[in-house]
């Protein structure tokens, strides 16, 4: 009588020592989700200002429009670098820029001071949103177009970019808040009065749909013997604004209006050389003979 076989068994345990395959998991890697994520957080810190600001607390109200900023100018940066850009990923970028720089500021500031100018306070904020909305569309409109732009006019944006000028239209309250720190209750009273602000708001939204080219300063060369008076005057911003935050920030608005008729003279030399250099490089007619 012959033996019972024993391939069952064996079987059987084979399959008990072979590894379970590991699910596999459809979706994005996190590395691709964390520029949305800090997008998100920009969103999240614009809406607690105007908390913030419906409270009366324009300090705090302030520091989350600059901690949006923050990191409206890191996302981009981190998308690139883990490869991660999209066109979702833009898409709620300009909403959140939006909002955070085309909502938010001329809210707070309508708290600061323009709801004091009656019905035609609303005025300025209105102008700056839809300014601030056309800047943002313009831009989106542009992406597509960037490959057919010369090489110098990458190096500039076309009117003030969102975040520089949701700083130009708070210089009221960071000039406000300054005073009331220094208790200098001239100058407080000044930028609560709703000039101030309606004429920031105002002259902020000519220059986001303005065509004046501003520098990105993405790929700024600073030239050799300047590298060391730029270190050292950063150094020197960086601690007059751990002392004196407020100042500085409405210090920093007036140097950057300042500096934007510098990037037009800069823009149109660039425009004239590139030009020169076209015109070197073609031939010359055949005259006949």
């Keep these: 009588m012959a033996a019972p076989s024993?391939?069952?068994?064996?079987?059987?345990?084979?399959?008990?020592?072979?590894?379970?395959?590991?699910?596999?998991?459809?979706?994005?890697s996190f590395n691709r989700m964390i520029?949305?994520?800090?997008t998100m957080l920009g969103l999240c810190a614009g809406l607690t200002g105007m908390r913030f600001g419906l409270e009366g607390r324009f300090g705090n109200a302030a520091a989350a429009l600059l901690i949006a900023a923050c990191i409206d100018g890191l996302d981009g940066r981190i998308a690139r670098l883990l490869r991660g850009t999209s066109r979702f990923g833009?898409?709620?970028?300009?909403?959140?820029?939006?909002?955070?720089?085309?909502?938010?500021?001329?809210?707070?500031?309508?708290?600061?001071?323009?709801?004091e100018g009656g019905r035609f306070g609303y005025i300025p904020c209105i102008m700056f949103t839809v300014c601030m909305a056309l800047r943002l569309a313009r831009f989106n409109a542009s992406l597509d177009d960037d490959a057919d732009k010369p090489k110098y006019a990458s190096n500039f944006f076309t009117g003030v970019p969102a975040p520089a000028?949701?700083?130009?239209?708070l210089f009221p309250l960071f000039l406000g808040l300054e005073a009331q720190h220094l208790h200098w209750d001239w100058l407080y009273n000044f930028t609560r009065d709703p000039l101030l602000p309606a004429l920031t708001l105002s002259g902020t939204a000519f220059l986001l749909v303005s065509t004046?080219?501003?520098?990105?300063?993405?790929?700024?060369?600073?030239?050799?013997?300047?590298?060391?008076?730029?270190?050292l005057g950063t150094g020197a911003y960086a601690a007059i604004l751990v002392a004196e935050p407020w100042?500085?920030?409405?210090?920093?608005?007036?140097?950057?209006?300042?500096?934007?008729?510098?990037?037009r003279m800069s823009f149109h030399r660039l425009r004239r050389e590139a030009d020169a250099l076209q015109e070197s490089d073609e031939p010359a007619p055949s005259t006949p003979a």
């Design 6 to 28: 024993n391939q069952p068994a064996r079987r059987i345990r084979r399959l008990k020592k072979r590894p379970h395959p590991r699910p596999r998991v459809r979706g994005l």
């Design 35 to 38: 520029p949305n994520l800090l």
């Design 90 to 115: 833009a898409e709620f970028d300009s909403l959140s820029d939006f909002l955070c720089f085309g909502v938010a500021p001329a809210f707070v500031l309508y708290l600061w001071a323009l709801h």
């Design 165 to 169: 000028g949701a700083g130009l239209a």
């Design 212 to 231: 004046l080219p501003v520098w990105s300063f993405k790929n700024f060369k600073v030239p050799s013997p300047m590298i060391l008076p730029t270190m």
């Design 247 to 263: 100042g500085a920030l409405a210090a920093a608005g007036i140097i950057y209006i300042l500096l934007l008729p510098m990037s």
